[in-house]
């Protein structure tokens, strides 16, 4: 079993930056990829960005250019730096573990991006 925990969501004015973090714990060796989602009022989820064990990263084209995905395996922790934030960006975003068989999913952190 994996626990997913986010943090770092706030409130930004457009053109800021921001990070957030997945902790992962429990049998975390059991992790493949990694990735980071996230969810619009009235919007279906979308994936924003993704992250192998190996460091390959891939990014949804809104996101790419403005977003970096990263991995510290010694701390299990997944991180995500947002640049050049717009209203857009407006969402809950959410951390998913992909295991041999199952995701697991973090309860989400809200990110608002507004003047």
């Known amino acids: 079993q994996v626990q997913l925990v986010e943090s770092g969501g706030g409130l930004v004015q457009p053109g800021g930056s921001l990070r957030l973090s997945c902790a992962a714990s429990?049998?975390?060796?059991?992790?493949?990829?990694m990735g980071w989602y996230r969810q619009a009022p009235g919007k279906q989820r979308e994936l924003v960005a993704t992250?192998?064990?190996?460091?390959?990263?891939n990014y949804a084209h809104s996101v790419e250019g403005r977003f970096s995905i990263s991995r510290d395996e010694a701390k299990s922790t997944m991180y995500l730096q947002m640049n050049s934030l717009n209203p857009e960006d407006t969402a809950v975003y959410y951390c998913e573990a992909d295991l041999i068989a199952t995701p697991f999913w973090g309860q989400g952190t809200q990110v608002t991006v507004s003047s």
């Open positions: 429990g049998s975390t060796f059991n992790i493949y990829n």
């Open positions: 992250i192998t064990r190996r460091g390959s990263t």
